[in-house]
């Protein structure tokens, strides 16, 4: 059996009944339970539907998500989670670089980075140094003034560990972010890459070794044997070309309002639900999330 969801924002929900309805009678599919009116409803069918794709993409017009997925273990016991443009809106070293005062281009680099045209290593080395000399301090104020969490992720996160997951922050970004948002959020831990500084400003360089995609993936592998799990039993997001292998690995991989190459490589796509999507694809109603 598989369980087909269908999702809207919940700052602007419009899922209509009629629609709900008229999919599952298509795709002969069992009674609609409604995980949050207007937002989130699903439904049982015993084989994925040879049109699954086309409907999405109608769906996608009117500004609703639609996945499809095994019944079955679908509530997850490991949340691994990127962070730029994930659980939080912003992407760290465009930030950064802003404060440099060459983010224009910086974030052109991440664009094409993000959506797989360049090596991920060398962009992130070509970045980080045009950030030599910026002081250290800077970074402090980054997070206070210009980083903002991803709707729905406090949610997600309260949610999940309330029900005994485990939650771990991996990110292609830097450690002095995924602490912060780390303990902002209350992931269990946090793996990132390290701004190097010396007498109070940034070097330039990047530690090593770099995290990069390969990385992600040993991270999952790594998260799961620890606690006596396997990637079937993780729910992973992510955006970025990076991230990609770790969804496809994970048990349950979302692409998350992600880069057009990262959408295709991906089995669930969510363009218009915020992260509260994670907890209604595993089933929990608005009524059992935390906050």
């Known amino acids: 059996m598989f369980t087909v969801?269908?999702?809207?924002?919940?700052?602007?929900?419009?899922?209509?009944?009629?629609?709900?309805?008229?999919?599952?009678?298509?795709?002969?599919?069992?009674?609609?339970?409604?995980?949050?009116?207007?937002?989130?409803?699903?439904?049982?069918?015993a084989s994925q539907p040879d049109n699954f794709w086309q409907v999405w993409e109608d769906l996608q017009a009117l500004q609703l998500d639609l996945?499809?997925?095994?019944?079955?273990?679908?509530?997850?016991?490991?949340l691994i989670?990127?962070?730029?443009?994930?659980?939080?809106?912003?992407?760290?070293?465009?930030?950064?670089?802003?404060?440099?005062?060459?983010?224009?281009?910086?974030?052109?680099?991440?664009?094409?980075?993000?959506?797989?045209?360049?090596?991920?290593?060398a962009a992130l080395r070509e970045r980080v140094g045009l950030l030599k000399d910026l002081p250290e301090a800077v970074i402090a104020r980054v997070i206070e003034t210009r980083i903002t969490l991803m709707p729905g992720g406090p949610q997600l996160l309260a949610t999940m560990k309330a029900d005994g997951a485990y939650t771990a922050l991996v990110s292609g970004g830097f450690t002095?972010?995924?602490?912060?948002?780390?303990?902002?959020?209350?992931?269990?831990?946090?793996?990132?890459?390290?701004?190097?500084?010396?007498?109070?400003?940034?070097?330039?360089?990047?530690?090593?070794?770099?995290?990069?995609?390969?990385?992600?993936?040993?991270?999952?592998?790594?998260?799961?044997?620890?606690?006596?799990?396997?990637?079937?039993?993780?729910?992973?997001?992510?955006?970025?070309?990076?991230?990609?292998?770790?969804?496809?690995?994970?048990?349950t991989g979302v692409a998350l309002h992600a880069k057009p190459r990262v959408q295709a490589g991906a089995r669930i796509r969510i363009n218009h639900a915020d992260l509260t999507a994670l907890l209604y694809l595993q089933g929990y109603s608005r009524d059992a999330f935390a906050l």
């Open 67 to 78: 996945a499809i997925q095994p019944a079955a273990g679908r509530k997850k016991r490991l």
């Open 5 to 45: 969801t269908l999702l809207s924002n919940p700052e602007t929900p419009n899922l209509e009944r009629e629609t709900a309805e008229t999919l599952r009678n298509a795709w002969g599919g069992g009674p609609v339970t409604w995980l949050s009116p207007g937002v989130a409803a699903e439904f049982a069918v």
């Open 176 to 251: 002095a972010f995924t602490s912060a948002i780390a303990a902002k959020l209350g992931f269990d831990e946090n793996r990132a890459n390290t701004l190097l500084a010396a007498e109070g400003k940034l070097t330039g360089a990047v530690g090593l070794p770099i995290l990069g995609k390969e990385a992600k993936v040993e991270a999952l592998n790594d998260i799961t044997a620890r606690l006596g799990l396997s990637p079937e039993d993780a729910i992973a997001v992510g955006d970025g070309a990076n991230d990609l292998p770790m969804l496809q690995a994970a048990g």
């Open 81 to 121: 989670a990127d962070m730029d443009s994930t659980m939080i809106r912003q992407e760290c070293i465009d930030e950064l670089a802003d404060e440099a005062g060459v983010g224009a281009y910086v974030a052109s680099i991440t664009a094409r980075a993000m959506n797989g045209e360049l090596d991920f290593d």
